[in-house]
């Protein structure tokens, strides 16, 4: 859940702030992208434990397939977080 609230947070920025930092010649953008990629990465890393958690305790094993589905989505949007700032500062401003 808080990799794709922070892909979500993330897109609407970069959206947001680009036409607003355009002319700027330093952007914050791909810092805040990095800090929401890290967020997501909390968010995969506590899934993880959750899905390790279930695993080794009797509890049902959906559980234990819901932390690893989340786990693994939060790898995805982290990554789609990555790539989009990586874009944004390959490609800068294009009018």
Not at 10 to 38: E, H, K, R, W
Not at 48 to 77: C, D, M, Q, Y
Request: net charge neutral; aromatic share 6%; hydrophobic share 60%.
């Amino acid at each position: 859940m808080l990799g794709a609230l922070a892909w979500g947070v993330s897109t609407q920025l970069n959206y947001a702030l680009a036409t607003m930092l355009c002319g700027d010649a330093v952007t914050f953008v791909p810092l805040i992208s990095l800090a929401l990629a890290a967020a997501a990465g909390v968010g995969g890393i506590l899934s993880a434990i959750s899905w390790r958690r279930g695993r080794h305790e009797k509890e049902p094993a959906t559980a234990g397939f819901i932390g690893l589905v989340n786990a693994a989505l939060a790898a995805l949007f982290a990554a789609a977080i990555l790539l989009h700032a990586a874009a944004g500062m390959i490609l800068g401003c294009e009018t």
